[in-house]
Nanobody
Framework: QVQLKESEGGLVQAGDSLRISCAASGRTFSDYAMGWFRQAPGKEREFVATISRGGTITYYADAVKGRFTISRDNAKNTVYLQMNSLKPEDTAVYYC????????????????WGQGTQVTVSS
């Protein structure tokens, strides 16, 4: 098993920026593609972003493309999500997830999950 732990999210205003992180332990971090998902109140969990093992390939949901950036530091066993130009509709619990080898956009493709962290964007 690989253990994932998100950093604390926060409460921000629309237009603000926030970076959240996810620290991994238990297995070789570089063996896993990483993803971020989110679940807003009353909605299903949705894909946000994913990054390949080496950090060279990324994919984003249309809703966040151009505003969010996923990155990773394999030396620190950590993946990040930089969120810029936040909107109220970005309010959700954000989850990091790990998948062996390749990237993916479906939540069922990820084997390991963090506990989630709350991000709230006020208008």
């Amino acid at each position: 098993q690989v253990q994932l732990k998100e950093s604390e999210g926060g409460l921000v205003q629309a237009g603000d920026s926030l970076r959240i992180s996810c620290a991994a332990s238990g297995r070789t971090f570089s063996d896993y593609a990483m993803g971020w998902f989110r679940q807003a109140p009353g909605k299903e969990r949705e894909f946000v972003a994913t990054i390949s093992r080496g950090g060279t390939i990324t994919y984003y949901a249309d809703a966040v493309k151009g505003r969010f950036t996923i990155s990773r530091d394999n030396a620190k066993n950590t993946v990040y999500l930089q969120m810029n130009s936040l909107k109220p509709e970005d309010t959700a619990v954000y989850y990091c997830a790990a998948r062996p080898y390749s990237t993916g956009t479906g939540s069922d493709e990820y084997n390991y999950w963090g506990q989630g962290t709350q991000v709230t964007v006020s208008s």
